[in-house]
């Protein structure tokens, strides 16, 4: 039988009002959220379950139901790319919503 993965990624664009909102810390006694960048600030967040609280509808769900996890964050220039998976398996770039994925490709006329 195949198993069937399912794999979405989400790019969040920073320098927007959404991105630089003040995140509230899960845990008050983290003192470290005063000395965080913005973009820290955010990631942190979007560690925290951010994206499913805030727009759930966007978020894949596995085959059988189960909510996809994060496994990977990647920080670039102008937004921050998440990367969610029900399988360890990683997502091929090919695939890839990421725009730095497509500097060497060719694209026909």
Not at 31 to 39: A, G, H, T, W, Y
Not at 65 to 90: N, V
Request: aromatic share 8%; proline share 4%; with cysteine.
């Amino acid at each position: 039988m195949e198993t069937r993965s399912t794999q979405q990624e989400i790019l969040v664009m920073t320098g927007t009002s959404f991105s630089s909102r003040q995140w509230c810390e899960k845990d008050e006694s983290n003192e470290n959220q005063n000395r965080l960048s913005d973009k820290e600030q955010l990631q942190e967040a979007l560690w925290n379950g951010l994206i499913r609280e805030m727009i759930p509808e966007i978020c894949e769900r596995s085959a059988d139901g189960k909510s996809l996890y994060l496994r990977e964050i990647r920080e670039a220039e102008s937004f921050i790319a998440l990367e969610m998976g029900d399988l360890g398996e990683l997502s091929d770039p090919y695939y890839s919503i990421d725009p730095h994925n497509f500097g060497g490709s060719q694209f026909p006329n």
